[in-house]
């Protein structure tokens, strides 16, 4: 069975960058055709889908996010990682990493228990 953990600080400063891993056990983030993705959920709103990164490494963004986001991955220890940098207050959420490909996010197979950021001063 795959599972994911998600793991990075709770609390990040206005301006800084957000940085949290994810690390995948029971499957390898190298399998053909499968994706790693990085989800949101800001108190009080729906989930928002902040990008990709597939199984050759190829990466996809949210458009709303792009210019700030960057996820990247280390195959030697199964993990991928999002970095969004600048950020505000209205960044945060629950983060949640999550297997699965297509704009359907509920149908993602896979998914970390989720993990609370709070951008504070």
């Known amino acids: 069975q795959v599972q994911l953990q998600e793991s990075g600080p709770g609390l990040v400063k206005p301006s800084q960058t957000l940085s949290l891993t994810c690390t995948v056990s029971g499957g390898s983030i190298t399998t053909n055709s499968d994706h790693w993705n990085w989800i949101r959920q800001p108190p009080g709103k729906g989930l928002e889908w902040m990008g990709t990164i597939g199984y050759s490494g190829n990466t996809y963004y949210s458009p709303s996010l792009k210019s700030r986001t960057s996820i990247s991955r280390d195959t030697s220890k199964n993990q991928f990682t999002l970095q969004l940098s600048s950020v505000t207050p209205e960044d945060t959420a629950v983060y949640y990493c999550?297997?699965?490909?297509?704009?359907?996010?509920?149908?993602?197979?896979?998914w970390g228990q989720g993990t609370q950021v709070t951008v504070s001063s």
């Open positions: 999550a297997r699965g490909a297509g704009v359907v996010i509920l149908r993602y197979d896979y």
